[in-house]
């Protein structure tokens, strides 16, 4: 049986109530000392918090934090599938009259910020390393209930919600391979080893072996995910590697910078160079040629993770494995045959 409050007010020889308020952030009446008390044996014990024993300190706040990576000064909605997820989660936690609020986190020490002085019922956590999810300690999340969407964390105070990212890599290989292409190349951001692109970098290698086409590393190229980086990465590309007939993105925006980068050079899409893309973000129907890309299930990733944030917070059982939703293969414009040579 784990611990609970009980066991750590015993232990600090205070109430249970106090450390209910200190576990949720409700500092101001407790001592510095007997803060650093509970909290030193909140961490040596390993206690998670749980909806019930976040109710002893306040009733529902009716808040979820959205909590996103900022870079920068650039804005957060800048990145299409961030617009569409914020759209897809306020709609799903309106209709249990919740309210979302959104956060930019430039460094880790934020995280905490939020959560533990919002006042949250939940929040969401979209686009951070697995690093950083890792590194979270029941200190820092108090009683929120936290749901990482996108990320591969082992971290048990986080519950997970993501998209089959191996088995889209592979359907946009697959489909290229199909085509005819062999000199494949991959796009995106750095990856770690785990992640998001560290799983779509592995369908992509996972294809190539299967159809015996050898893995060329100088075709693995690091590109933010944003247009202008896409849009440089296209202007080089036939340059530094003219023989690739074929570029396998990790988002949709990447891609379609890709594509005005390979015309400003000179090239055709899908004459020349084919191109997919990732997410299926409403932008990639309204380009020309329409992007051909690999769909997430937007809708169904947001209603699960309000799924999952309300049952902790109703003090029912988490799911024994991360939910990973399909995902599926979108044919437009982008992709076709290689050039005769």
């Known amino acids: 049986m784990g611990v609970t409050l009980k066991d750590i007010a015993a232990e600090a020889g205070v109430s249970l109530m106090t450390v209910s308020n200190v576990v949720n952030g409700k500092q101001a009446r407790v001592s510095a000392a007997t803060r650093e008390r509970i909290m030193r044996i909140v961490k040596e014990r ?28 650039s804005s957060l ?48 956590l979209l686009g951070f390393n697995d690093v950083v999810i890792d590194r979270l300690t029941a200190a820092d999340v108090g009683g929120v209930a936290l749901v990482a969407m996108d990320s591969y964390s ?45 799983r779509r970098f592995e369908g992509y ?21 944003t247009h202008a980086d896409g849009l440089a990465y296209g202007r080089r590309l036939p340059r530094e590697h003219p023989d690739v007939t074929a570029v396998f993105t990790t988002a949709d925006i990447l891609a379609i910078g890709l594509i005005e980068g390979l015309a400003a050079a000179g090239r055709s899409v899908p004459g020349d ?21 690999v769909a997430q299930d937007l809708p169904g990733k947001a209603a699960e993770a309000v799924r999952l944030m309300m049952d902790r ?27 005769a040579r």
């Open 46 to 73: 390993g206690y998670v918090p749980s909806a019930s024993a976040r109710s002893l300190a306040a009733r529902s706040s009716r808040l979820v934090g959205l909590l996103v990576p900022a870079v920068g000064e």
């Open 205 to 225: 290698r996972k294809v190539l072996a299967e159809h015996g086409i050898g893995f060329d590393p100088d075709l693995v190229s690091e590109v933010e995910t």
């Open 154 to 198: 082992e971290n048990p105070l986080a519950l997970e919600v993501r998209s089959d990212d191996f088995g889209g890599a592979e359907l946009a290989t697959r489909h290229l391979v199909g085509l005819g292409h062999r000199r494949i190349a991959f796009a995106g951001p750095a990856f770690s080893a785990t992640g998001v692109v560290r």
């Open 273 to 293: 160079v084919s191109v997919v893309g990732y997410d299926n973000a409403d932008l990639a129907a309204y380009v020309t040629p329409k992007l051909t890309t």
């Open 77 to 124: 909605t800048i990145d299409p599938h961030t617009v569409e997820v914020v759209g897809m989660l306020e709609r799903e936690l309106r209709r249990l009259d919740y309210h979302l609020m959104l956060r930019g986190i430039s460094r880790h020490g934020e995280i905490t910020e939020a959560l533990r002085s919002w006042n949250l019922d939940g929040a969401v």
């Open 313 to 339: 917070l109703a003090g029912r059982d988490r799911p024994a494995q991360a939910v990973s939703l399909d995902v599926a293969l979108i044919e437009r414009g982008t992709a076709g045959p290689p050039p």
